[in-house]
């Protein structure tokens, strides 16, 4: 069964720890993509790739950062240089029409 | 700009007819999509429609395109609890996946 997995479901993180969310798909799509949603607003793209070992940088970049090392597998990390890292975190990928979407990692740092 | 409008919430009874407006910007765009989602859950495709088409039904959905007006529309007929959502618009950039969603717009069903 295809599809977009994204781990964990919840996340927990101290101020001025790290963290990294899992993404890993078997759909064999080529691009992938990382938004962010914050309460009662769209979704803001912070990365995307659109084949192995290339990324580019969305409209939410700073203090994020990401790997495509794998066909299968976009990580994003929350580093702690993003001042306000709590929402719910979406993954994608699509192959030219339309995106699959992930059910999300809600981070909160506490 | 880049930005696609739609209000933010719609309240309608159960049984009536729903309307989601959405406006863009982009002229070029190939295709426009609806996305679905539920509490803490990602999107979910409902439906799509090609630029070239100004109307397109699938069961209780109709998606109505006017290219002129850049406007986009999405009726559901019969709504149910079960529909209560947010429901998002998407435009696609001219020769790329790159997708460019909408605000969202919260649509909440009461009996």
């Known amino acids: 069964d295809g599809g977009i997995t994204q781990s964990p479901k919840y996340l927990f993180r101290k101020e001025g720890q790290n963290v990294t969310l899992s993404c890993e798909q078997n759909?064999?799509?080529?691009?992938m993509y990382w938004y962010r949603q914050d309460p009662g607003q769209g979704l803001r793209l912070i990365y995307y790739s659109q084949i192995v070992n290339d990324f580019q940088k969305g409209d939410i970049a700073e203090g994020y950062s990401v790997s495509r090392e794998k066909k299968e597998s976009f990580p994003l990390t929350v580093t702690s240089a993003q001042k306000n890292p709590t929402a719910f975190y979406l993954c994608?990928?699509?192959?030219?029409?339309?995106?699959?979407f992930g059910s999300g990692t809600r981070l909160t740092v506490v | 700009g880049e930005d696609v409008e739609q209000s933010l919430f719609l309240s309608v009874r159960e049984g009536d007819s729903s309307v989601i407006n959405c406006t863009y910007t982009d002229s070029s765009s190939t295709y426009l999509y609806w996305y679905k989602q539920e509490p803490g859950a990602g999107l979910q495709l409902l439906t799509y429609i090609f630029s070239n088409m100004d109307m397109k039904q699938d069961q209780r959905l109709t998606v109505l395109l006017n290219k002129k007006d850049k406007h986009l529309s999405l009726r559901i007929a019969d709504t149910q609890t079960g529909d209560s959502a947010i429901y998002f618009c998407?435009?696609?950039?001219?020769?790329?996946?790159?997708?460019?969603f909408g605000t969202g717009t919260r649509l909440q069903v009461f009996p």
């Open positions: 998407a435009e696609s950039k001219y020769n790329t996946d790159k997708l460019i």
């Open positions: 759909l064999n799509h080529d691009a």
């Open positions: 994608a990928t699509s192959q030219g029409n339309g995106y699959t």
